[in-house]
């Protein structure tokens, strides 16, 4: 019993890779980097067996050639509601961009201010660090 189950693994016959047309795996990619279709959907729907074949063929015929970023990848898969949150956070990640430079601007100025100030018109502004710290005396009231 045990030979006639190893005769028929081995005989077993496995099933060629399937070949398909450029314009199958144009197709495919297009409709996974709109969104329509996930890598792995695409696959099962279209019945393509190999587990990283639809995001080999992404690499090979997406537009710039290059491998699509995995922010452009998951971008397809989100839902209406999580594209709309992503797009409020980019706007919000440059608005605070926008401040941050601002600030820095604002920061050297305030720097080229204290250095006139202490440079031409000879008033101390800056903390002097190692100097003894002021100490009132007995005769000194205190609140």
């Known amino acids: 019993m045990d030979v006639e189950k190893s005769t028929k693994i081995r005989t ?18 297009s409709e996974v980097i709109e ?3 996930s890598k792995e959907s695409a696959r099962r729907i279209y019945g393509i067996r190999a587990k990283s074949g639809v995001l080999n063929w992404i690499r090979k015929y997406s537009d710039s050639g290059y491998a699509i970023s995995q922010i452009e990848l998951t971008l397809g898969a989100m839902t ?16 605070l961009e926008d401040r ?9 100025l305030y720097k080229t201010m204290i250095e ?10 800056r903390k002097k660090y190692g100097a003894k710290q002021y100490k009132p005396t007995k005769s000194t009231p205190t609140k």
Request: aromatic share 6%; net charge positive.
């Open 100 to 108: 941050l430079e601002n600030e820095t601007h604002r920061s050297g």
């Open 12 to 29: 077993m016959k496995r099933s060629k890779p399937r070949k398909f047309s450029e314009s199958f795996k144009r197709k495919v990619v």
């Open 35 to 37: 969104g329509k279709l």
């Open 80 to 95: 209406p509601k999580e594209r709309e949150e992503f797009e409020m956070l980019k706007r919000k990640i440059a608005l």
């Open 116 to 125: 006139i100030a202490e440079t031409q018109l000879n008033i101390p502004i």
